[in-house]
């Protein structure tokens, strides 16, 4: 038996450098199942720098790249953003720790204008059979490239100090997205009621009506995190603004009878204090699938019996259902990866021009992620069909559920689309998954602006300093009442330090605040809606319209009921009086001529 050659120290360390290097010429992948390919590693330093280019002419470095892979069945589709630098993250941590400066309620105040300017979507190059699937490819990947290079151009750099947000960048979801776009009838844009016109693309808006001349439905989905007169506000500014667009609301939890005003400290504590566990009542199917009846136009050769597929939903029973999950994967279907691609099978195509199927009406649903498009298709088909997670972005290919003969809903990837909104509002909003945040800190600085955060976590401040002059002073003693009642600023640092001390978060070896983990925490509190980041339409504080609105509309309302009750009574009495005409055994005889006619024929008589 030959002796084994002992491996040294110098053979060691000659082993990681090589690893290291290996590693460092390969992309930085995010899923956790890809298993890169083993290859040599390179021979010098030259070799390795061929990968990269300098950052300075280099295009924004993102954190993952898309469906590539070493095998093709494991391809999975994962959403790429782009990647902060060292020095932008050291920078946003010193920034955290200055006091924050709280802003008036005004500043929830967010329309139409905030949004501005718009920026437009990739949408899919026109086509034909003519081309190769390899043409076809080049095609729309050189499309997306220039939609790509005209965006950093544009809004890259902007003199206001506006930031360009984080925004889809892999190929392979707008292609998902384009085609869900292309089979659907009516096109359902489902929105966080927390903030609808952040998760709205007025682009895609005017695309659909205008270009594909679709019909067109908003879905205010979590109502049951604000209250009815913020749901009532928010939808009458929808109608003002967008007049093709048919609102409409869903929920898959009641609301708290006790939330009146979402505005208040009070309320806002009640809601950190909720359960993470709550009883699952959906509420909104039926009239989601009225307005699409509303507005659906018929086919030639097709009928839709929308009445039976409502009257479904009339006695939907909640009690069968159980209290929701924190489980990140809920689905008896088990992984939506590899999903077949139906889009050669349910499409009808004529040429370059795309169409939908004509023997089905389609319902896409569009939106951001974690707005809980998924959630909405298992609520409408009583059980669950899709999977679902808290993480943002965890549908990867459109889905096609069929819920009658010639009814289908589909399903798309959720996808951010470009803006300039702060990147803080996306992370907040659960449009960026929490997991990928490189710099926790500014964000809880900006939701500290916004709400009194401090207040609703009930927060201590940690460490107070009360200065060289009272180091020595008895701790029976209460301090001067100068010093013990003078404000302190808080700091978004602070915050998170304090929050860490409240909930016993410190590091290993230190044993200090782990203020990282408790800004995480904090973030996943404001996504999941225990934290309450809430915004108003314009007015809203401001001036009395809304309440006003709302008084008319409960008169309309009022209106028509006793309408329908006079209409009822009518009928009642109506139905009264013919039962006495026939009811027999009353010693009356009705004859024609009236009460004479009566007289003349006693006289016969």
Not at 533 to 545: A, I, Y
Request: with cysteine; hydrophobic share 35%; charged share 30%.
């Amino acid at each position: 038996m030959q002796r084994k050659v002992a491996y040294s120290g110098k053979k060691k360390k000659q082993q990681l450098r090589e690893r290291r290097a290996r590693k460092a010429s390969e992309p930085y992948w995010l899923d956790d199942d890809y298993v890169a390919p083993r290859g040599p590693a390179p021979a010098t330093s030259t070799q390795l720098n061929e990968h990269f280019v300098r950052a300075e002419h280099a295009p924004l470095e993102t954190t993952s790249f898309g469906m590539e892979g070493p095998n093709p069945q494991q391809k999975r589709l994962v959403s790429s953003f782009e990647k902060l630098s060292t020095a932008t993250i050291r920078q946003a941590q010193l920034d955290s720790m200055q006091p924050f400066v709280r802003l008036p309620k005004t500043s929830l105040e967010f329309g139409v204008r905030d949004c501005q300017p718009v920026i437009d979507f990739p949408k899919r190059p026109e086509w034909s059979y003519d081309l190769t699937k390899e043409q076809l490819d080049d095609q729309e990947q050189k499309a997306f490239k220039q939609w790509k290079e005209r965006v950093y151009e544009t809004y890259g750099n902007r003199d206001d100090g506006r930031q360009l947000s984080w925004f889809e960048q892999n190929i392979e979801v707008w292609r998902q997205l384009w085609r869900v776009l292309e089979i659907s009838d009516v096109l359902l844009i489902v929105m966080d009621i927390r903030n609808p016109l952040l998760h709205f693309p007025e682009s895609l808006y005017h695309y659909i009506t205008k270009d594909l001349k679709r019909k067109i439905i908003g879905v205010f989905n979590k109502v049951d995190l604000v209250s009815e007169f913020t749901v009532f506000a928010w939808t009458t500014y929808f109608n003002e603004q967008f007049p093709e667009l048919h609102i409409t609301t869903f929920s898959c939890f009641e609301r708290d009878a006790k939330l009146i005003d979402d505005t208040k400290t009070y309320a806002l504590k009640t809601k950190v204090k909720r359960p993470r566990s709550r009883y699952y009542s959906a509420q909104g199917v039926r009239d989601i699938l009225k307005c699409c009846k509303a507005i659906a136009s018929d086919k030639e050769g097709l009928h839709v019996d929308w009445d039976t597929l409502i009257q479904k939903y009339q006695h939907l029973d909640h009690d069968d259902a159980s209290s929701s999950s924190d489980n990140d994967d809920d689905s008896d279907t088990g992984s939506m990866i590899g999903l077949e691609d139906e889009f050669s099978r349910v499409m009808e195509l004529t040429a370059a021009e795309v169409k939908p199927h004509k023997d089905y009406v389609t319902l896409g649903l569009v939106g951001h992620p974690n707005v809980g498009k998924s959630s909405l298709i298992n609520t409408i088909m009583q059980r669950t069909v899709v999977s679902t997670s808290r993480t943002p972005g965890h549908t990867k290919h459109f889905q096609t559920i069929y819920l009658s003969d010639n009814v289908r809903l589909c399903d798309s990837p959720g996808l951010v689309f470009p803006s300039l909104l702060p990147r803080a509002l996306q992370v907040l909003s659960g449009m960026y998954p929490i997991a990928q945040v490189q710099e926790p800190y500014t964000i809880v600085q900006y939701l500290c602006e916004h709400i009194p955060l401090e207040d609703i976590l009930s927060l201590v401040p940690p460490n107070v300093d009360v200065g060289p002059r009272f180091e020595n002073w008895p701790a029976d003693l209460p301090l001067p009442k100068d010093l013990d009642d003078s404000p302190r600023p808080w700091s978004a640092w602070m915050v998170c330090e304090a929050y860490a001390e409240q909930r016993g978060f410190f590091t290993a070896k230190a044993a200090s605040p782990d203020a990282y983990r408790a800004a995480n925490a904090i973030l996943r509190l404001t996504c999941d809606g225990r934290i309450l980041l809430s915004f108003k339409p314009p007015g809203f504080f401001t001036t009395t319209k809304y309440e006003q609105k709302r008084v008319e509309e409960a008169d309309r309302q009022r209106e028509r009921r006793d309408e329908h009750a006079s209409e009822d009574d009518h009928d009642a009495s109506d139905d009264e009086s013919d039962d006495d005409d026939d009811q027999p055994g009353t010693g009356l005889s009705v004859t024609q001529g009236g009460m004479f006619s009566v007289l003349a024929d006693d006289d016969n008589n």
